[in-house]
């Protein structure tokens, strides 16, 4: 039956075949916006399009939708009393949005539900629980979200969950997973960070395939550590399983954005629900321990040639306890720039550690190579960290400075194993694929 105008009594995912401008669309019905005057609908090749109402002029209602993946998986759901087997903390990004057409921007709006209906296969592993706590972009996330996802995971753990999902933007992923790895340290569950590079509402989304081998990773992995679990090529047949601390973001856009560095990653989890090893990881402990006590006065600078020491005495200035540089090659420094030097000796004197790592990806500082880099270690406030990440010695030097401010006891802990965070010595290139 055709009919001039589309009516409210049309549900969500119902099959439409809509007149639009003399335009036959087949589609789905996805909601109304502006009390009716702008119509949502998924057209056949997976995209979200809102078009005016009014340039509908009749459509065809092929087959109404079974109920709502949502609203099956409601009884499906904890209760209070209920063990969850896994919980999903949601705390926006993109896997977490959809397109404002007010603005033609994506922004994170979805309902924590609506993972059910993107990716409906998350009910084979339930019950699950939802645990919302924030719905911000992750370029906004900072210290104080990353101390509320940790009290968090660590309720849920100690509720009985046997693993946790992290779902958040992927800019600075890496950062909140790195911190996990030294807040819940040790680990009796996996936490498991996922996301999405595309919106749920275009057909090229990520999402759906993140989501469920993140459920199989936090379900069924025996790995007591913070991973970050996302495509490993274009395709979907299965997700790289990452150290949380040594991971990077290393594409604005592509699928497998994120990779690891300098080590292999953990493993492969495959859609048929395997997980292939690839090397050694931290097994479940008996129990998890929480720790949110850090200072975050921590800055990173990044050298750059003909760097002054400006920068360095603002930041001290400014009540920086810490600072990571980011030096070139093994961690080189420009020290013949008088400034600098001084600033990094005067930053010592206040008792500030200055941490080098390399703005080189792969690879690891070493202080022994030239005469620069052994008379700046002999400076007791100057640490190189090996092949550690910048951002995950960010975040390590916040953990630490909130153990001890004894320079030599700091420096003893940022160059300390705690979670997989610095690797033994390997082949040049060994990791560089």
Not at 418 to 428: K, L, S, T, Y
Request: net charge positive.
């Amino acid at each position: 039956m055709r009919i001039k105008s589309l009516p409210k009594s049309i549900g969500f995912d119902d099959s439409l075949e809509i007149n639009f401008q003399g335009n036959i669309l087949n589609a789905r019905f996805i909601k109304y916006e502006e009390d009716g005057k702008i119509i949502i609908i998924k057209l056949e090749s997976g995209y979200d399009l809102a078009i005016p109402s009014k340039l509908v002029s009749g459509f065809k209602l092929l087959k109404k939708s079974e109920k709502w993946p949502l609203l099956k998986n409601e009884k499906e759901k904890p209760v209070s009393n209920q063990k969850p087997k896994l919980s999903i903390i949601t705390t926006g990004g993109t896997i977490s949005s959809k397109i404002d057409y007010k603005t033609g921007g994506v922004s994170p709006s979805v309902p924590p539900e609506y993972y059910f209906q993107i990716a409906p296969g998350l009910n084979k592993y339930g019950p699950i629980k939802i645990e919302p706590i924030m719905n911000v972009l992750s370029e906004n996330m900072g210290p104080k979200e990353w101390i509320q996802i940790g009290k968090t995971a660590f309720k849920e753990i100690e509720r009985g969950a046997a693993g946790v999902i992290v779902t958040m933007g992927t800019d600075t992923m890496h950062f909140a997973s790195s911190a996990m790895s030294f807040m819940l340290n040790p680990l009796s569950v996996p936490i498991v960070f996922t996301g999405s590079q595309r919106s749920t509402d275009r057909g090229s989304s990520d999402a759906n395939t993140n989501l469920l081998l993140s459920a199989i990773t936090a379900s069924k992995w025996d790995g007591g550590e913070s991973v970050i679990c996302m495509h490993a090529d274009l395709n979907d047949d299965y997700n790289f399983i990452l150290r949380g601390n040594r991971s990077r973001k290393m594409h604005t856009e592509r699928r497998d954005a994120f990779r690891p560095i300098n080590s292999q990653a953990l493993g492969k989890v495959f859609q048929n629900e395997k997980i292939e090893k690839i090397s050694e990881y931290i097994k479940k402990a008996d129990k998890t321990v929480l720790n949110t006590k850090i200072d975050t006065s921590v800055d990173i600078v990044i050298s750059y040639p003909g760097m002054k020491g400006g920068l360095i005495d603002y930041l001290v200035s400014k009540g920086s306890h810490g600072l990571v540089i980011a030096g070139t090659g093994f961690g080189n420094l420009p020290i013949a720039e008088k400034s600098l030097y001084d600033a990094i000796k005067n930053a010592g004197k206040r008792n500030i550690p200055i941490v080098v790592t390399s703005q080189a990806i792969y690879g690891s500082t070493n202080e022994f190579v030239y005469t620069t880099l052994r008379d700046m270690s002999r400076m007791e406030n100057v640490i190189y960290v090996r092949d550690m990440t910048t951002e995950t010695a960010f975040v390590k030097l916040m953990f630490a400075l909130g153990k001890t401010k004894d320079m030599r006891k700091l420096k003893s802990m940022m160059l300390q194993q705690w979670a997989g965070e610095i690797g033994e010595r390997v082949e040049i290139g060994e990791f560089l694929v």
